[in-house]
């Protein structure tokens, strides 16, 4: 049996709730020990609460470099990440601390988003059920990406939680999961809730693979990428949900229409001039905005919003705020599998809210991508208005 200390790893300031690691033992030990192996080890931050019987898992060497955990608690409920960045202004500290208790639960601060992606692609590896997304969207799209190179398929990657502690919590609205709950409650509630296999979206720079990356709730470009470029982390911090909205008025001065060339499904081109454009695999945006209200993000498609340059954009807000706009006469609406767009000038787009290109930009859909946790009252498909 290998004796794990607590005290070694109060000296390294690692902000995860964890089986205590002897960062001072020779490199032998956890690593060179087979998957199974039960060693001895003292649980938890704080105080020493005694000895615990663990079992060593397969996590990839460069974890044990970093101070990951090589092993998980036994016994006790399935391993569970939870990911959050301090730094990124959503995740408020005294829900992060209240998540320490939680037994079974490894919690990491990825301060990079690098480090988040690398994170939840590492899971994998290590046996972990679930990774939960602790944020806003921006995390959640870090972690989705990251569980795409877990594996093949949605079967070999672990599934997806999302715990809503960012402004917007759009794609959590579309899972129908509890926004005004305790943390402790949602995360309870995400090791019961059903999974299902949602699609994404993936996201290519004028066709260079080097450029591509993976969109789960929402697209969106022209006037919803001016808005993007306005709202800065202190804007979000100062106005929270009516942060948007504040971005909203700032972009509007600076509303222009694009010379925009649109394939769909690899057809020929198809020129409309646009103020905006909304590529969706959820349904709101902005904060719980229903951008694309009958979007569903299980059937393999992406629903495609655009809006015509001469539209009365105030009057077409307020048929958004109202509900289900798609039928309006300055709205061109599809449902495809794949689109290219290309506009003159370049018209900067977000992917799940992070402002990321103004080149030519295809955006394909991926079926059943991800195991993703929904809400009790979560529905695939939305009934349409009559």
């Known amino acids: 049996m290998l004796e794990v200390g607590l005290a070694a790893a109060h000296a390294v300031r690692v902000r995860r709730q ?49 101070g990951r955990p090589a092993y998980w608690p ?24 209240a998540l320490r208790s939680v037994p079974g639960v490894d919690l990491v601060d990825c301060e990079d988003p690098d480090d988040t992606i690398d994170a939840a692609a590492e899971a994998a590896h290590s046996g972990i059920d679930l990774v939960v997304a602790a944020g806003g969207d921006g995390t959640v799209h870090l972690v989705a990406n990251g569980l795409m190179r877990a594996g093949p398929t949605a079967d070999t990657r672990p599934a997806l939680g999302v715990l809503p502690l960012g402004t917007g919590n759009d794609l959590a609205r579309t899972l ?34 080097d450029h591509t990356d993976y969109a789960i709730n929402v697209c969106a470009g022209g006037f919803s990428g001016a808005v993007d470029e306005v709202l800065t982390s202190e804007l979000k911090a100062t106005w929270g949900p009516l942060a948007y909205l504040v971005g909203a008025v700032k972009a509007m001065p600076d509303l222009d229409a694009y010379d925009t060339q649109f394939a769909w499904d690899g057809g020929p081109a198809e020129r409309i ?11 709101t945006a902005g904060g719980g905005k ?9 059937d393999g498609l992406l629903d495609v919003v655009v809006v015509r340059a001469q539209a009365d954009i ?33 018209m900067w787009f977000n992917v799940d809210g992070e402002l990321r290109t103004n080149v030519p930009v295809t955006f394909k859909a991926v079926p059943q991508a991800l195991r993703v946790c929904v809400g009790p009252k979560y529905v695939r498909d939305v009934e349409v208005p009559s």
């Open 273 to 283: 001039a646009a103020y905006n454009v909304v590529v969706a695999n959820a349904r």
């Open 18 to 66: 964890r089986v205590g690691l002897d960062r001072t033992a020779p490199a032998e030990r956890l690593d060179e020990r087979p998957v199974g192996t039960q060693v001895e080890a003292s649980v938890g931050h704080g105080p020493r609460i005694g000895p615990r019987v663990a079992t060593v898992a397969s996590l990839p060497s460069r974890w044990h470099r970093r």
């Open 290 to 298: 229903p951008v694309a209200p009958r979007a569903n993000p299980e």
């Open 74 to 97: 036994v016994p006790g409920p399935p391993p569970m990440l939870v990911l959050y960045n301090s730094n990124a202004g959503s995740a408020a500290e005294a829900d992060i601390e």
């Open 176 to 209: 129908a999961l509890p926004l005004k709950v305790s943390p402790i409650e949602a995360l309870d509630a995400l090791r019961h809730a059903e999974r299902r296999c949602l699609d994404l979206i993936r996201v290519s720079h004028d066709g260079d693979d």
């Open 314 to 346: 105030a009057r077409l807000a307020a048929r958004v705020l109202a509900g289900d706009y798609l039928d309006d006469e300055d709205i061109v609406f599809n449902r495809v599998s794949e689109l290219y767009v290309e506009s003159t000038p370049g």
